[in-house]
């Protein structure tokens, strides 16, 4: 079985204020697993403790209790290191240089050897839609173009992990969209994404899996799709449903939505036997019969709270 990309267990990190301040809990005993290949969303609330532990996880800083690991390694590990890519939520580039000589230095700094760097770069640049600025120097972009260049730094040393806070931050919707494809066609090549955002649409059509902590704690972590399922709700989908059936499906508590060619029910899960059985027996044809889903920002104000956001 192969070793997970990321793994913590029983992490805790207090902050104190001053030298006899109060003791601040961060993270009190999180425990997780991110599998090699996936794409894993991180998420929580303002102060919920994302920070805390991706600076854990970087070897940033250390866990007063539990161990982390990285790709097998104890963070902060030269050997994990080199095949991170990193992307923090707030960063700074040196504004008097373009993005062609920022790429270059950081290329530098992760020891990654290639033939051909310049044309690394260029490639890179193109991927990050950003071909068409050669020669303006950082200062000028926006802040849309500056995290776009910074998704660019992370990519730099071919990165067998990638960990992203907020990477679709300052970004457009089409900017959104390309960080999206981009993500997923890092997947395709086998890359592992931890990714930490706000933008839950976002999160829920690129992640394979959530990971959802409050206040420090874990609160859920689990399969994209086990965790939007509605356990107790399935919508049944029918070419045609009859006046006169429609008021005993809705007599078991069922919704009906009228479309173009098709009827779609949604009801009670304990119903869908009998519900079926009465469609049947009255000749019409179900076309399907599949559990509901909610959005992952439903979900994630249910488990947490509106009044943490």
Avoid at 81 to 97: C, D, Q, S, T, W
Avoid at 171 to 192: F, N, Q, S
Avoid at 209 to 230: K, N, P, S, T
Wanted: aromatic fraction near 6%; proline fraction near 4%.
């Amino acid at each position: 079985m192969a070793t997970p990309a990321i793994e913590f267990c029983d992490v805790a990190k207090t902050y104190q204020r001053r030298f006899a301040g109060p003791r601040i809990p961060a993270l009190s005993g999180i425990s997780f697993e991110v599998a090699r290949g996936e794409v894993c969303a991180f998420l929580g609330s303002n102060g919920a403790g994302k920070t805390t532990s991706m600076s854990v996880l970087m070897g940033f800083i250390y866990a007063e209790q539990g161990q982390c690991r990285v790709l097998g390694y104890l963070p902060g590990d030269v050997r994990a290191k080199e095949r991170i890519g990193f992307l923090p939520e707030n960063f700074a580039f040196y504004h008097h240089l373009d993005a062609e000589k920022l790429l270059k230095f950081h290329l530098r700094l992760s020891g990654r050897q290639v033939a051909n760097p310049g044309a690394l770069i260029a490639g890179l640049l193109t991927e990050v839609k950003l071909e068409g600025y050669k020669g303006l120097t950082i200062g000028k972009y926006s802040r849309g173009m500056v995290q776009r260049l910074g998704i660019a730094q992370a990519l730099l040393g071919d990165p067998e992990l990638l960990v992203l806070d907020e990477p679709t931050s300052g970004l457009d919707p089409a900017g959104r969209k390309d960080v999206r494809d981009l993500i997923l066609a890092l997947k395709a090549e086998g890359k592992t994404i931890f990714l930490s955002s706000h933008i839950l649409s976002e999160a829920e059509k690129i992640c394979d899996r959530a990971i959802i902590i409050d206040r420090g704690r874990l609160v859920c972590a689990g399969g994209m799709q086990e965790m939007l399922a509605q356990g107790d709700r399935v919508e049944i989908v029918v070419d045609r449903l009859p006046e006169a059936l429609e008021q005993a499906v809705k007599g078991l508590g069922a919704s009906v939505e009228r479309e173009a060619g098709r009827v779609r029910i949604a009801a009670d899960t304990a119903q869908k036997r009998a519900l079926a059985e009465m469609l049947w027996a009255a000749d019409c044809d179900v076309l399907s019969l599949t559990p509901m889903k909610t959005s992952l920002e439903e979900t994630f104000l249910k488990l947490v709270g509106e009044g943490t956001k």
